[in-house]
């Protein structure tokens, strides 16, 4: 009976070791409240044209891995790509996003290319986007812009 083990021994164990598990994952994300380290997280992106800010705010993920993840407030859609960090301070991301009528038919693709620099909660870039229509062909030339981004903050519910 001495080796028998008690489900309320199992429970207190199991209890130890989450709270040791969670200790150890506080210590890994950083004292509470601190800027995370790189691009890697979310931000909030305003496009600028050449006529100033763009009418729309998209959100933007840098997740582990190199996936990036985009949405706009001016259409729905999610894009998708890949992202990397050349440098401390710079980053690059390639991102696709399907576009579909009322038919739930591909209408056209969209892909934006862009690089930019960041410190600490801002960034800021250039991109080129392209769109093309379901058999591959260009909807129009390339465009060019600028966009400037805050990163998302934890808040406190």
Avoid: C
Avoid at 53 to 79: I, K, N, W, Y
């Amino acid at each position: 009976m001495a080796d028998e083990v008690t489900r309320r021994q199992v429970l207190a164990r199991a209890g130890v070791a989450a709270v040791g598990s969670g200790v150890a994952l506080a210590a890994l994300a950083g004292p509470a409240g601190a800027e995370p380290e790189g691009v890697q997280g979310t931000w909030r992106i305003q496009p600028a044209t050449g006529g100033g800010p763009a009418a729309f705010h998209a959100l933007a993920s840098f997740a582990a891995g190199g996936v990036f993840v985009t949405t706009g407030s001016d259409e729905p859609g999610t894009g998708l790509g890949q992202w990397n960090s050349p440098a401390a301070d710079r980053f690059a991301f390639t991102y696709q996003n399907f576009h579909f009528d009322s038919d739930q038919q591909l209408h056209h693709t969209t892909k934006v290319r862009a690089a930019g620099k960041f410190a600490g909660g801002s960034l800021e870039g250039r991109a080129t986007l392209t769109a093309t229509g379901p058999h591959g062909h260009p909807l129009f030339p390339p465009r060019h812009f600028r966009f400037t981004g805050r990163r998302m903050p934890v808040e406190a519910p």
